[in-house]
C-alpha cells in the first residue's frame, strides 16, 4: 500500500501512520489550495476541517489519504463555489492579499474567473497536477482539463492585458 505525501512522494502506508500525521502533514499545503479556489482563508480552513472529518470516517477504506483529502477538498471547494456565495458577498474584503501591484492584479483576476477554469488552473500550476490526474480528481476527461487550462489562460491573457 503507498502513501502520497504532500510533496508528491509515495511511501509505504506504515500501520503506525495515523490521521493526526497526515493532518500535519497535509493541513497547510490544502489550506493554501482552497483558498486559491474560493479566495477566503476563513472558507478554506472550514473547508479542509470538513475533509478531514470525512477522511476519519473513511480511514479504514483509504490506501493513500493526502491523495483522497485532497479530493475531498477540491469537490468541497467546487459544491462551496456552485452554491454561489461569492455572488452574495460573502466574502470579506479583508479577505484580499497584500501582494505586489502585479500580483494583487493577477490575484484578482483568477478570483474573477468561473469555477471551471479557477479549479483546474489552481490544481494544474498550483498543485503541479498532471491533466490525467486533474481529470481524475475532477471526474472528466482529460480533454476537458486540457480545454479548461487553455481557455482559463485566454480569458487571464485578456483580462491583464
Known sequence: MLVMMGTGEAEPRATTLTLEDVYRRERAHLVRLARMMVGSTVIAEEIVHDAFVRLEAAWERVDVPGA???????????????????ATGALPAAERPVLEPELDETWSVV????????????????EDMAEV???????CRAGTVRSRVHRG???LRKELS
Open 133 to 139: 490526474d486533474i481529470a481524475e480528481v475532477l471526474g
Open 111 to 126: 478570483q474573477r474567473l468561473p469555477e471551471k477554469y479557477r479549479v483546474v488552473l489552481a490544481l494544474r500550476f498550483y
Open 68 to 86: 483522497y483529502v485532497r479530493t475531498i477538498v477540491v469537490n468541497l471547494c467546487r459544491t462551496w463555489l456552485r452554491r454561489d456565495h461569492r
Open 153 to 155: 489562460l485566454d480569458l
